[in-house]
């Protein structure tokens, strides 16, 4: 069955780094028709995009999140991570990994249930 | 940046309904809109890519609309499990999405 599943800490210290990985079933991400997306949503609050890896190498970043972003794929693992730098309470948010098919129209068909990710000393 | 608006925030409806939930761009982004539904405590799914176009599996009483800054999202006739949070998504610039709206039961 075609499953994503994040996995990472819970709780992350600020100015610390946050590190989750998506880990895909049913499909592999050496695919070169997919991309494999980040998305996060603060409590209460809407969707936010981070960011997209291809198997290719090639990488997309929110602006807004550029400098603090790195996106990786283990394709021996069938798994996509993401590691964000220095991160304040602004950065506590469900985090859901997705995948996006290759197309002109940037639209996300597949994501895992997601996870919550607390910045609190 | 685009921004998405979305109206109304939160609706409540009865089954059997017709529903349109209406998304507005801050700038033209021609037909790079989708649409998501989400219910609480799940993953949204993708429910009309480009506008208009159905994902598999998704029933034909959604239907989307629209081009250049506004957009639509309409249920023709809602049914139970269409209570949920609906959201749209530019993919015109950087991906960005709706604040939501919240389609409750009457």
């Known amino acids: 069955q075609l499953q994503l599943q994040e996995s990472g800490p819970g709780l992350v210290k600020p100015s610390e780094t946050l590190s989750l990985t998506c880990s895909v079933s049913?499909?592999?991400?050496?695919?070169?028709?997919?991309?494999w997306d980040w998305i996060r949503q603060p409590p209460g609050q809407g969707l936010e995009w981070l960011g997209s890896i291809h198997v290719r190498g090639s990488t997309d970043y929110n602006p807004s999140l550029k400098s603090r972003l790195i996106m990786s794929l283990d394709t021996s693992k069938n798994q996509f991570s993401v590691r964000l730098t220095s991160v304040t309470a602004a950065d506590t948010a469900l985090y859901y990994c997705?995948?996006?098919?290759?197309?002109?129209?940037?639209?996300?068909?597949?994501w895992g249930r997601g996870t919550l990710v607390t910045v609190s000393s | 940046d685009i921004q998405m608006t979305q109206s109304p925030s939160s609706l409540s409806a009865s089954v059997g309904d017709r529903v349109t939930i209406t998304c507005r761009a801050s700038q033209s982004i021609s037909e790079y809109l989708n649409w998501y539904q989400q219910k609480p405590g799940k993953a949204p799914k993708l429910l009309i890519f480009?506008?208009?176009s159905l994902h598999s599996g998704v029933p034909s009483r959604f239907s989307g609309r629209g081009s250049g800054t506004d957009f639509t999202l309409t249920i023709s006739s809602l049914q139970p499990e269409d209570f949920a949070t609906y959201y749209c998504q530019q993919s015109y610039s950087t991906p960005s999405f709706g604040q939501g709206t919240k389609l409750e039961i009457k």
């Open positions: 049913g499909a592999s991400i050496s695919s070169s028709s997919y991309y």
């Open positions: 480009a506008v208009a």
């Open positions: 997705a995948r996006r098919p290759m197309s002109d129209f940037w639209y996300f068909d597949l």
